[in-house]
């Protein structure tokens, strides 16, 4: 809504009509009776007064007739407002074509619109030479008020009125068009029953099916009911999410935002690139798309990690430099008092309070490279646990580092069998070649990193400085508990490369498990837990039903992840493009909204490895890449147990401030909760990300989910969609 901003006129004398600046009120030209008064010789004490009291007086009028000047044109533009909504409402309700409507239906809605404007403008006494017209058109409803306001203290300075005018312009109901994205929690627990909250599978109708009809009613009113359906008025994308987004691998032209050369800081960064028997080569990283093409059975399914913070919060153009401006604005607030409710205040203030300094540099976040997006790739985790810890005698040469901190919590063990790779009789091998690579990296990091070794092993390459590069690198703790950083280094071996097939030889070419849940998800592998593909903005019905069948609910629940791309799929800019720039002639013609549905609350997956915790789109808890300052304290145990609180909380956080800058660029939001609990913490991050707290909506139920959906729709329809 765009309203013209009134001035005070100055009606007195050869000025008349004139405006002048507020701030220079008091110093402006006084009235003939000051002049007269200041003009008499009766005494002193009135040519001081009267050289005084001038400008006291006009600064106090300043601040008192301001303030109530203030108020009431508050009221008056609120009314304003409300009246042009009101009769884009009525000839909604009256079924009136806006396109040719009659000289008596638009009488019929100024008279509407007109009573509906004196009963909320509760000011209008005040108002002088009051007259309120309404411009209709076919696409637009445009009230103007014209009036003036008397001052009180100010006419001594000549100061008369001030000037009401003022004009709103609002969409006609039906008349607009609308880019929506649905950004839907595909987690494990939306296989549960609708209103329960154990943690069990549901054997009749679950939450995911609820959520499918609910979506599927809306479609039927903003698409059409056919399943050949299409309305170019309106576009509509899908995202689902768990703690992972799903870009789609086969989306056109996603390979121009992604980094396909290994360029970005985190690129690789799970993996040690090694190109002989004895050469480890640090300075490389290691191509997560060669890691796929390394083994024909491994294909990427189109999850990625999130781009270094805090340029996960940003919808940026992928594959451009970054300003500094925006990455340091990271803690900036966009929104004032006036656009957050008062109950959601605090929790967006807190959310951007607490924001964390950035671990990288300003100067490394701004680089084109870093705007990219890194494939997903879960790392293939060694077998430990209960197998012996030897340097050679065993079966299992370097199974596990230690036998103090082992644990079965290592989810994707099973992927690739470390015998392959690792036994010196393996049948997958006929000879040692692969096995001895892997050998001597180990060797290499214990002569040079390790406090202490066997003294039956010898250990090629002593001080070798790669290694020690890779240590700084990665800022490992040598002070002790040296076997964590080589787990992680045995973990990070992927085999040799070969030039020549360029791909690694060795472990990711050996046989692999890529074991799937029930319902097709793969459950080991590089792809684990990657969901349903986002579905970009279109006006096809057809493409939306079929990206709704794919939605497999597995997974822990990030409402960060899914907030960004929805912000990312409503975008004009890569890396999805499809909507459109709300600068331009055209973009003035569209609203843009956001739907955000989630059943639970944020969650990270801690766990007692010497990984901290699962692979997620942010790494392993033990690379801290949000900078959350918590420690690797051993006195309880391998990790700090407060990670998986700290992360849920800054992805709280995180979901609250992306929404803020939604909201801060005209995006409407509304966020849907459920069967999360009232009052909980999760409602309180809903709350506040939604554009009002009408905006808001608590399901308990399917019924109530139903009537969510059928009142977001509603509301839609009656701002924005044709019919």
Not at 124 to 147: A, H, K
Not at 252 to 275: I, R
Not at 450 to 465: E, H, K, Q, R, T
Not at 476 to 499: I, N, P, T
Request: glycine letters at 6%; one cysteine or more; proline letters at 4%.
């Amino acid at each position: 809504m765009k309203h013209v901003q009134s001035n005070m006129n100055r009606k007195s004398g050869k000025n008349a009509g004139k405006t002048k600046p507020i701030l220079r009120l008091p110093f402006g030209a006084p009235a003939k009776g000051w002049k007269k008064f200041i003009k008499s010789t009766a005494g002193n004490m009135s040519i001081m007064f009267a050289a005084s009291a001038v400008p006291l007086i006009g600064f106090a009028g300043v601040a008192v007739e301001y303030t109530q000047y203030s108020r009431v044109r508050t009221n008056m533009l609120e009314a304003l407002d409300s009246a042009g909504l009101a009769i884009s409402q009525k000839a909604l309700e009256q079924g009136y074509d806006t396109a040719n409507l009659t000289t008596q239906q638009k009488s019929f809605l100024k008279k509407f619109g007109r009573d509906f404007f004196e009963t909320n403008f509760t000011n209008l006494n005040m108002i002088q030479n009051y007259s309120l017209d309404f411009d209709i058109t076919p696409t637009t409803v445009t009230p103007r008020v014209q009036g003036q306001m008397n001052t009180g203290m100010l006419r001594v300075l000549g100061y008369n009125q001030f000037n009401m005018s003022a004009n709103t312009e609002i969409t006609l109901a039906g008349t607009g068009k609308l880019e929506l994205a649905l950004v839907l929690d595909v987690t494990g627990s939306m296989n549960f029953c609708p209103s329960s909250s154990s943690y069990s599978y549901c054997s009749g109708t679950k939450r995911i099916d609820v959520l499918n009809t609910a979506v599927d009613n809306m479609l039927d009113t903003l698409i059409g009911t056919s399943s050949t359906a299409v309305n170019n008025d309106v576009k509509i994308g899908i995202v689902p999410f768990n703690a992972q987004v799903n870009v789609g691998a086969d989306n056109t032209g996603v390979m121009d935002w992604m980094d396909t050369n290994a360029e970005a800081y985190y690129h690789g960064y799970n993996f040690v690139h090694m190109v002989g028997k004895d050469d480890v080569d640090f300075n490389t990283k290691v191509n997560h798309f060669d890691l796929y093409d390394s083994n024909s059975d491994m294909n990427w399914q189109g999850c990625v990690e999130a781009r270094p913070y805090p340029l996960d919060e940003f919808d940026t153009v992928a594959g451009a430099a970054t300003q500094s401006s925006l990455i340091n604005s990271y803690n900036n607030n966009p929104l004032s008092t006036s656009e957050m409710e008062s109950s959601t205040v605090n929790t967006i203030n807190s959310a951007f309070n607490d924001a964390p300094t950035p671990l990288l540099s300003t100067s490394e976040l701004t680089k084109a490279v870093n705007s990219k997006f890194v494939p997903f790739f879960w790392p293939d985790e060694p077998e430990s646990g209960w197998r012996d810890c030897n340097t050679g005698t065993y079966y299992y040469i370097f199974d596990c580092p230690t036998s103090e901190g082992w644990s079965s919590s290592y989810s994707n063990s099973e992927f690739i069998d470390d015998s392959d790779y690792v036994s010196n009789s393996s049948s997958y091998y006929s000879s040692w070649t692969y096995h001895t690579r892997y050998r001597d990296l180990v060797r290499h990091f214990r002569a040079n990193i390790a406090d202490s070794v066997g003294s039956s092993d010898s250990y090629p390459l002593v001080n070798d400085p790669d290694v020690l590069q890779y240590a700084t690198r990665l800022e490992w703790d040598m002070s002790g508990d040296w076997y964590d950083e080589e787990f992680r280094l045995r973990q990070a071996y992927v085999g040799q490369w070969d030039s020549s097939s360029q791909t690694y030889k060795g472990k990711y070419d050996t046989g692999v498990d890529l074991w799937n849940y029930s319902n097709g998800l793969q459950g080991y592998g590089p792809n684990t837990d990657c969901n349903a593909p986002i579905q970009p903005l279109t006006s096809a019905r057809a493409d939306l039903d079929t990206a709704m069948t794919k939605l497999k609910p597995h997974g822990s629940t990030n409402t960060s992840l899914g907030a960004i791309w929805g912000w990312r799929i409503l975008s004009d800019i890569a890396p999805f493009s499809e909507g459109v720039d709300p600068n331009s002639t055209e973009g003035a013609k569209w609203s843009k909204a956001m739907v955000l549905m989630t059943d639970g609350s944020n969650t990270f997956s801690d766990y007692d490895t010497h990984n901290f915790s699962y692979y997620t789109p942010y790494g392993y808890g033990n690379q801290n890449r949000l900078n959350l300052n918590y420690d690797d304290d051993r006195s309880n145990g391998i990790r700090d147990y407060d990670i998986d609180n700290r992360h849920a909380e800054e992805f709280d956080n995180k979901t609250v401030r992306i929404c803020a800058r939604m909201r801060a660029q005209g995006i409407k939001i509304y966020t849907v909760g459920f069967a999360i609990s009232s009052g909980s913490r999760a409602e309180q991050i809903l709350k506040a990300c939604a554009s009002s707290l009408d905006d808001y909506y608590l399901a308990e139920n399917s019924d109530q989910l139903q009537s969510a959906f059928t009142s977001i729709t509603d509301n839609l329809v009656n701002l924005y969609v044709s019919q």
